[in-house]
């Protein structure tokens, strides 16, 4: 029998794809009321599994397969980062590296086809190179090979990677659990509709913890590279990885495979003379958005000082729970949750899609925050241009946003712990 939660989540993402698609898919009141329901269905439902319903892992795969079906026939939300992964495409496709020129480069290009300049014209910050990995790349490659200049291919390839994280995490995790993730609509919205490819690192990361417990080391090590040239947070990630599996017996070739295998996956690229190297810098040297713990300390200090005094930060605590980690007799998966999340908290961006870094590992770790979060970072969509707000710079928030954002998971962090512990581990 077909729970009247279940139905009006799915509803709400069929509605969300007719809305995308619709003459009003730039009214930002309707997307946050849509989504509104689809949290406000989605944490009912997860509610009435834990007792009354039960769910099996068949049912959270066949609603995840089912609710990114119906995203992947919506159009990109109130983001445009998906014509630079077409671009990209067509660059690797046609030049055999998509690294080195920015797009403007192109503009007066006549050898462009008409299809692709339109595609050009509406990248964000086409004066500043790509800043997507190797392993992005690739995907973006694929999706211009199997239909050029189509995001639908892009939106069905990375949720056939996020069917299969979840085929993972399901070994890892209760159904109940992976049902947070899975049937998320922060994740229905930036991977199945909008393309953001973000939740390949945590599928990497945890095909290699797998791999990594089936002693397939070689196996474990490749995917940590693919993982690490993919996103740079993964390096945050890795020395974790490996010391839950270097004293074992032939452990030590996972550590072999992640280094050749990201060689290799960087070599082409190299040996052209260019990576996302370039783009990365002038990301970080320049971009701020929606920032908690750096927006905070640049009201006093510059944003250099700002930058390294919060990496510091970050580095004691990683380093700290690192030690007490190598001491465990028996080394479980390691909070990556946590570690992603301190990322995040003292860096100088913070959009709602790099909560897919992290949403996986809260399945298996049971953290509250990250699904509130997952509800309350949409808020960072309002923004000057999505309000049409001329007082404000396209990428401005109103005053109130992050006020509300934080202030509202201090709430929920704050009520978290006053509970008993006997309730928050039942939870």
Request: proline share 7%; hydrophobic share 55%; glycine share 6%.
């Amino acid at each position: 029998m077909i729970k009247p939660q279940f139905a009006l989540l799915t509803g709400c993402y069929a509605v969300l794809t007719w809305f995308s698609r619709s003459a009003y898919s730039n009214q930002l009141l309707i997307f946050f009321v849509i989504m509104a329901l689809a949290f406000v269905s989605y944490f009912a439902l997860a509610a009435s599994t834990k007792h009354d319903h039960p769910i099996d892992a068949k049912e959270v795969l066949l609603g995840a397969a089912l609710f990114r079906i119906i995203g992947c026939c919506g159009l990109p939300l109130f983001e445009d980062d998906y014509f630079r992964y077409l671009w990209d495409g067509y660059r690797f496709a046609t030049s055999g590296s998509p690294y080195g020129i920015a797009p403007e480069a192109f503009f007066t290009d006549a050898n462009i086809p008409k299809s692709w300049q339109s595609i050009l014209g509406q990248i964000n910050h086409p004066d500043i190179p790509t800043i997507y990995a190797p392993t992005f790349q690739y995907v973006f490659l694929a999706a211009t090979l199997l239909a050029e200049g189509h995001v639908w291919v892009l939106q069905a390839l990375l949720c056939l990677i996020d069917l299969w994280l979840i085929g993972n995490l399901l070994k890892l995790a209760s159904p109940r659990q992976v049902l947070l993730y899975a049937w998320n609509p922060l994740v229905i919205k930036e991977i199945a509709m909008t393309a953001h490819p973000d939740g390949m690192l945590p599928a990497l990361l945890i095909a290699a913890w797998l791999a990594g417990q089936q002693r397939q080391f070689v196996q474990a090590g490749l995917w940590l590279a693919l993982a690490a040239a993919a996103k740079a947070a993964a390096w945050l990630l890795i020395p974790f990885w490996l010391a839950a599996f270097i004293n074992k017996p032939r452990g030590w070739h996972m550590a072999m495979a992640l280094a050749l295998g990201f060689a290799v996956l960087y070599a082409p690229f190299w040996w052209q003379g260019a990576t996302d190297a370039a783009g990365l810098k002038a990301f970080a040297d320049g971009f701020e958005f929606n920032s908690a713990l750096y927006g905070l300390l640049t009201l006093w200090l510059p944003p250099l000082p700002s930058k390294l005094l919060l990496g510091s930060l970050l580095l004691v605590v990683a380093l700290a729970y690192g030690w007490r980690y190598w001491q465990q007799q028996t080394r479980a998966l390691p909070r990556a949750d946590g570690l992603l999340g301190g990322l995040l908290l003292v860096s100088p961006v913070i959009n709602p899609w790099y909560l897919l870094w992290l949403l996986p590992f809260a399945c298996i770790h049971r953290n509250p925050l990250a699904w509130a979060a997952s509800a309350l970072l949409l808020l960072a969509y309002v923004t000057g241009l999505n309000l049409d707000d001329p007082s404000l710079t396209p990428y401005q928030h109103p005053a109130w946003v992050r006020w509300v954002e934080f202030g509202c998971l201090i709430l929920v962090w704050v009520g978290l712990h006053d509970k008993p512990l006997s309730r928050r581990i039942s939870a």
